[in-house]
């Protein structure tokens, strides 16, 4: 069976900083790209970062860009996000993704791309 299973979250102040981690298992996602996504309440979920396959080349969403870093191991099958500078606004669920469609663009930040999930994890950054 395959499991994403993200940790890490948490409560924080604004400006300090979180790192989540997601585990794979069933299967190796070394070849896949890997994906955060996140949801606040009311909300869509939105793309947050995605990193290829060697972990060469992360892309991220404008907001958070100079404050987040994903981050891969393939030979633990993990992926991390660093956030550091946290803001109310990023307060969400935080979901891990891989990867099963490759039509779309290099660097994907639709969900339907993404074939796997976790079950997400919660980040609440306080004011």
């Known amino acids: 069976q395959v499991q994403l299973l993200e940790s890490g979250g948490g409560l924080v102040q604004a400006g300090g900083s979180l790192r989540l981690s997601c585990a794979a298992s069933g299967r190796s996602f070394s070849s896949s790209a890997m994906g955060w996504f996140r949801q606040a309440p009311g909300k869509e979920r939105e793309f947050v970062a995605t990193i290829t396959w060697s972990g060469s080349s992360p892309y991220y969403t404008d907001s958070v860009k100079g404050r987040f870093t994903i981050s891969r191991d393939n030979a633990k099958n993990t992926v991390d996000l660093q956030m550091n500078s946290l803001k109310p606004e990023d307060t969400a669920v935080y979901y891990c993704?891989?990867?099963?469609?490759?039509?779309?663009?290099?660097?994907?930040?639709?969900?339907?791309?993404?074939?796997?999930w976790g079950q997400g994890t919660q980040v609440t950054v306080s004011s």
């Open positions: 993704a891989a990867r099963t469609s490759y039509r779309g663009p290099i660097y994907s930040t639709r969900p339907y791309d993404y074939g796997y």
